[in-house]
């Protein structure tokens, strides 16, 4: 049974799967859904939702569809998000197994850049290098993984500590395997379960920072993002609060269906080790 198969059969597996699958969905078809540009101005201002047929959710100050704003903002959540985790995930497993594998002064070492990292609130470190270095995508994600590799690192060095005790490594030292052999083919597949199911979390954590960069101006200016869509809709929340709701809703939903993915993963990999033990 494959791991799919026993996330699907977990209820919070399967209503994360959902989710995430409908927002993927929606976002890889934002540009049959509504083409063109979605900063672009569509049609006359703050339309209310379900006023007119052409803008389903509305217009917002300029004259924008909310719609496609709410559209192409789930590919720029997911994008970043996944971007972000892909990079901090990477990061984390290559420290950590360095740190895990090696021991003695490099593990000293590494453990105390890991701790000055995660001394510093991953917000704040994403906000100061933004904004130091400048606003683009490629920034955004790179400031995003910066703040969030330390906890993969240290899941991972803890699991390589206790694998690198077992006896099949022992074995292949003994028979004169390569040791970086030894640490990428016996003991990273090994310790890689635990930190995956970390990896929807730190993707939530992306989703919601990329958020914030973005409602304080400091997100791509020439993408539609729903941080920014919430920031848009700040000056008129009392007349036109559907402006603000709507990418709020999307957001929150988004994280649910993250933590909903994260735990029901994590209970499925759960399940294949007492299997395997």
């Given at each position: 049974m494959s791991w799919l198969w026993r996330l699907l059969r977990k209820p919070e597996g399967a209503a994360g799967?959902?989710?995430?699958l409908v927002l993927l969905v929606a976002?890889?078809?934002?540009?049959?859904i509504s083409p063109g540009d979605p900063?672009?101005?569509?049609?006359?201002?703050?339309?209310?939702?379900?006023?007119?047929?052409?803008?389903?959710?509305?217009?917002d100050r300029l004259g924008r569809d909310v719609l496609a704003g709410l559209l192409y903002g789930a590919r720029t959540s997911l994008a970043v998000g996944l971007a972000a985790a892909f990079a901090a995930m990477v990061l984390g497993l290559c420290v950590g197994l360095a740190a895990g594998f090696a021991g003695g002064l490099v593990d000293e070492a590494l453990m105390r850049v890991v701790d000055a990292f995660q001394i510093m609130p991953a917000f704040l470190l994403a906000l100061?290098?933004?904004?130091?270095?400048?606003v683009s995508t490629p920034v955004v994600v790179l400031a995003i993984a910066l703040g969030t590799w330390a906890d993969p690192a240290?899941?991972?060095?803890?699991?390589?500590?206790?694998?690198?005790?077992?006896?099949?490594?022992?074995?292949?030292?003994v028979i004169g395997m390569h040791p970086a052999e030894i640490a990428f083919r016996e003991i990273l597949p090994n310790a890689l379960p635990p930190v995956l199911a970390l990896s929807a979390t730190i993707v939530a954590g992306a989703i919601l920072t990329e958020a914030a960069l973005s409602f304080l101006g400091?997100?791509?200016?020439n993408i539609a993002t729903w941080g920014s869509m919430i920031a848009?809709?700040?000056?008129?929340?009392?007349?036109a609060s559907y402006l603000s709701v709507i990418p709020g809703a999307a957001l929150a939903v988004t994280v649910l269906g993250v933590h909903l993915f994260s735990e029901g993963l994590g209970k499925a990999l759960g399940d294949n080790g007492v299997r395997a033990a």
């Amino acid at each position: 049974m494959s791991w799919l198969w026993r996330l699907l059969r977990k209820p919070e597996g399967a209503a994360g799967f959902a989710i995430l699958l409908v927002l993927l969905v929606a976002g890889l078809l934002a540009p049959v859904i509504s083409p063109g540009d979605p900063l672009k101005i569509a049609g006359r201002a703050l339309l209310g939702p379900f006023t007119d047929p052409g803008f389903p959710l509305g217009t917002d100050r300029l004259g924008r569809d909310v719609l496609a704003g709410l559209l192409y903002g789930a590919r720029t959540s997911l994008a970043v998000g996944l971007a972000a985790a892909f990079a901090a995930m990477v990061l984390g497993l290559c420290v950590g197994l360095a740190a895990g594998f090696a021991g003695g002064l490099v593990d000293e070492a590494l453990m105390r850049v890991v701790d000055a990292f995660q001394i510093m609130p991953a917000f704040l470190l994403a906000l100061a290098f933004v904004s130091t270095i400048g606003v683009s995508t490629p920034v955004v994600v790179l400031a995003i993984a910066l703040g969030t590799w330390a906890d993969p690192a240290r899941l991972t060095r803890a699991q390589v500590l206790a694998i690198r005790e077992q006896d099949y490594v022992a074995s292949a030292r003994v028979i004169g395997m390569h040791p970086a052999e030894i640490a990428f083919r016996e003991i990273l597949p090994n310790a890689l379960p635990p930190v995956l199911a970390l990896s929807a979390t730190i993707v939530a954590g992306a989703i919601l920072t990329e958020a914030a960069l973005s409602f304080l101006g400091l997100g791509n200016p020439n993408i539609a993002t729903w941080g920014s869509m919430i920031a848009e809709g700040r000056s008129v929340l009392r007349s036109a609060s559907y402006l603000s709701v709507i990418p709020g809703a999307a957001l929150a939903v988004t994280v649910l269906g993250v933590h909903l993915f994260s735990e029901g993963l994590g209970k499925a990999l759960g399940d294949n080790g007492v299997r395997a033990a």
